[in-house]
């Protein structure tokens, strides 16, 4: 769930936090899987605060090279060094390592990370000197994925699966705790209206679930939602903004059918 800001206190609404601590206390690596905007990344941020864990973060996307994670050979005055990545910075330093969208990297990327997360836990550095990097005990990591139906997104290797056998499906929260998630964001009382949009956005969602639609808005969508509400903007404008105008870019028909149940919902 992230926006410009994010919570202060993540609202756990499923119990994620207790199957993270179990996993911390384990030493077993985690993977989060859910859809975009469901709030994967405001969990591990402050499952890392209540940790007092300095925190480490990879977004992945097809960008994404090995020397992201490794580091890259650098000239300085003539002298050549090597400035490690922040895979080889947090074993090092037994940081809490979080891995964004894992399932967006290319299969090299992957190769190294399969490497540093095996049960030893080390990498060997064949970009540098060979050391061999053995991660600090208290070294820990969290990866997310998003569903397959996302653009840009692939099947993990089984391998690479195996090395976290902690899982926590993330979905969108049920439509109570949705509003009270929205509530945290905005400082007016429009629960009529925020309520009607948080319906809207779940109508919308399981009608991309079942290929009815192209895409499915996010929490991010019903805060927006809400702060417009906040600077006065009518509800059937504000759905109509947030909710309506990104289906045009899949043409007319799949605006007007997100048009049509926005009127249905809010009226003329």
Same mark, same amino acid.
């Given at each position: +769930? ?41 969990? #591990? ?16 996307? @097809? ?16 002298? #050549? $060094?090597?400035?490690?990545?922040? @895979? ?6 037994? $940081? +809490? ?26 990498? #060997? ?33 089984? !391998? ?21 998630? #929205?509530?945290?964001?905005? $400082? ?11 319906? @809207?956005?779940?109508?919308?969602? !399981? ?11 996010? @929490? ?19 759905? +109509? ?14 605006? !007007? ?12």
């Amino acid at each position: +769930m992230e926006i410009n800001q994010y919570l202060s206190e993540y609202l756990d609404w499923n119990n994620s936090f207790k199957t993270l601590d179990k996993a911390y206390d384990a030493g077993l690596f985690v993977l989060i899987i859910g859809p975009k905007g469901t709030g994967k990344t405001s969990l #591990v941020r402050d499952f890392a605060k209540r940790k007092n864990a300095n925190l480490e973060s990879i977004n992945f996307s @097809l960008r994404t090279r090995e020397s992201h994670l490794i580091g890259t050979k650098t000239l300085t005055n003539g002298t #050549v $060094s090597f400035d490690e990545g922040l @895979l080889i910075k947090s074993m090092r330093e037994g $940081s +809490m390592l979080y891995l964004d969208e894992i399932n967006s990297a290319e299969a090299d990327v992957l190769l190294r990370l399969d490497e540093a997360l095996d049960d030893r836990r080390q990498i #060997v550095l064949k970009e540098s000197t060979g050391e061999v990097v053995q991660a600090k005990d208290s070294w820990f990591v969290i990866a997310t994925i998003n569903p397959l139906t996302h653009s840009g997104t692939k099947e993990l290797p089984p !391998q690479l699966l195996s090395r976290f056998p902690v899982r926590i499906s993330l979905e969108y929260p049920p439509e109570n705790v949705e509003l009270e998630i #929205v509530k945290k964001y905005i $400082s007016g009382q429009h629960d009529s209206e925020l309520n009607q949009g948080i319906k @809207l956005a779940n109508t919308l969602r !399981q009608a991309a679930a079942v290929e009815e639609l192209f895409y499915a808005p996010s @929490l991010r969508e019903t805060i927006a939602f809400g702060k417009l509400l906040d600077k006065n903007v009518p509800a059937k404008d504000a759905a +109509m903004i947030v909710f309506g105008n990104v289906y045009t870019q899949w043409g007319n028909i799949e605006y !007007q059918k997100v048009s049509d149940i926005i009127t249905s919902m809010f009226g003329r």
